[in-house]
């Protein structure tokens, strides 16, 4: 047995004090006591066998349905190193609050020991960590979005390199709700939450927080970022990783099914990740990427047929679904925006009865899912899969891509002049809040490479490292920014988006082998209008004309927002940012 694993869990069970230690081996037959076991005690609940194999319903605590920013900390011995964007504590006081909250927070329950690796088992791109937790939840959850096991544990050999998670739910108790990183000590303690985004420690907390730290010291990238692949009707496939905040449609870009004109073409995407890629340089030069999950934790209501129909299929069997609704009349589950005809028999997230008619005292409908409620599907399930998800090598990036939702700043597509302006952009990315976030509508919120709440460290150190990146490789990717998000005087979306977007990528892909030519702007590289395929589109030339226009004072605007955000990175701000949005101001002038 490696003695450091030892040492952590012996060390963790002194202080949180559990009736027992179960080893996770990764067995069928251990999972499925433990499914058996959570079943029992009402945990989880299983559903219709026959409709959705292997499928489970489990609702958290009311007050504990998301991620919590304000309690979630980057805990080192310097503020700097954490930077103005994190929530920062010292280390030392970190443990010593979190010691007493954790004493004894395991009595009378058992201690799970979850050895996983994030990225295929062996690859030299992966990581192994090692997560405690008192939760069959997270057990099983896992299980569907990491490899677990015994394997993990003979690769780790006698190595003390490993991310040490330390989860208890102790008294789910809000005002003692902590998420705090130890970058310096490859450490995550988690408390009082059992929600997916808290728990999953291989998840935001390893994936991104840890692993942007990681990436830092040993010259990689842990990115927020979906991967797809191309296909083009020769066979060949180019590989797109694309950043974009949230409700931006990233799952749908990840798993998109062109339109028909490029099917009947021989045209496919293939899906690699959704969520987080993880990059490094090949031997060739060139930056390969793998996304270090090996499953889904998406948000289910949105998701049906038409908005994505890859990852509804996902769902459909070994699925574990959070906060969603359970249609009592057949064992299954209902969100909203899966279909017009909720169910009239229900329970609803907080488990009470409900049913599709319901309203409340002002007469809008009641909501029988939480916003935020999931599903963890297997990857394996997607339908739009690629063949080279398993490659240890990683597959090749040609583009880059970033993303936000802006009514009139941004154009449809552009396209960065060098490595550099493209740093910049991603810098600069941003959104416009929409009636679903709370408070008011077309604030812009910025949100750096759309890592805002993930980035392990000081997001200026975060920039100058994207910029040392671009010298260590021979062959970059282009980088683009997209915005399906443009609207006329009435607010109505100008761009069809979802499947349409492929009309996009084909052109990004044309750009980056040569294809295609571009017309300099003062934001960068935008396509000729003829260049955008519109072929079976109800669009004229002139709306693609007005798609990819930009206006001069609108951007002076933005310029000024950037100036002000940019202020918070005083002097750690990569003087190339600051000579690129001069040249931006310049250009506009």
Known sequence: MNRFVEQFVKESAELTKPDKIVWIDGSEEQLAALRKEACDTGEIIKLNEELLPGCYLHRTAVNDVARVEHRTFICTDKEEDAGPTNNWMER??????????????????????????????????????????????????????TRIGNKVLETLGDSGEFVRGLHSKADIDEEKRYICHFPEDNTIWSVNSGYGGNVLLGKKGFALRIASWQGRNEGWMAEHMLILGLKKPNGEVKYIAAAFPSACGKTNLA???????????????????????????????????????????????????????????????NTIFTNVVHNLDNNTVWWEGLDKNPP??????????????????????????????????????????????????????????????????????????????????????ASETTAAASGAVGVV??????MLPFCGYHMGDYFAHWLEMGNKAE????????NWFRTDDNGNFIWPGFGENMRVLDWIIKRCEGEVDAVDSPIGYLPKVDDININGLDLSKET??????????????????????YKKFGDKLPKELKNQLETLKNNLK
Not at 445 to 450: G, I, L, Q, S
Request: net charge negative; aromatic share 10%; with cysteine.
């Open 344 to 429: 009239k028999n229900a329970i609803d997230w907080k488990g009470n009865p409900w049913n599709g008619d319901m309203k409340d005292e002002n007469g809008n409908p009641v909501k029988g899912a939480h916003p935020n409620s999931r599903f963890t599907a297997p990857i394996a399930n997607c339908p739009c899969i690629s063949p080279e998800f398993e490659n240890p090598e990683g597959v090749p990036l040609d583009a880059i891509i970033f993303g936000g939702r802006r009514a009139k700043t941004a154009p449809l597509v552009y396209e960065a002049r060098d490595w550099a302006h493209g740093v910049f952009v991603g810098s600069i990315m």
């Open 445 to 450: 919120r910025r949100d750096p490479m759309a």
């Open 92 to 145: 030392k006081k970190a443990y010593e609050m979190l010691r007493p909250i954790f004493d004894g927070s395991m009595k009378g329950r058992t201690m799970y020991v979850i050895p996983y690796s994030m990225g295929a088992i062996g690859s030299p791109f992966s990581k192994i960590g090692i997560e405690l937790t008192d939760s069959i939840y997270v057990v099983l959850n896992m299980a569907i979005m």
């Open 475 to 482: 062959k970059l990717p282009k980088i683009f920014n997209v």
């Open 544 to 565: 693609i004309e007005e798609l990819l226009t930009v206006d001069n004072d609108t951007w002076a605007k933005e310029a000024e927002g950037i100036e002000e955000f």
């Open 255 to 317: 798993m998109l099914i062109p339109p028909k004109e490029y099917l009947d073409q021989g045209y496919e995407i293939f899906t690699v990740g959704d969520d987080i890629a993880w990059i490094r340089v090949g031997k060739d030069g060139r930056f390969y990427a793998i996304n270090p999950e090996n499953g889904f934790f998406g948000v289910a209501p949105g998701t049906n047929l038409k908005s994505n129909p890859n990852a509804l299929a996902s769902t459909r069997k």
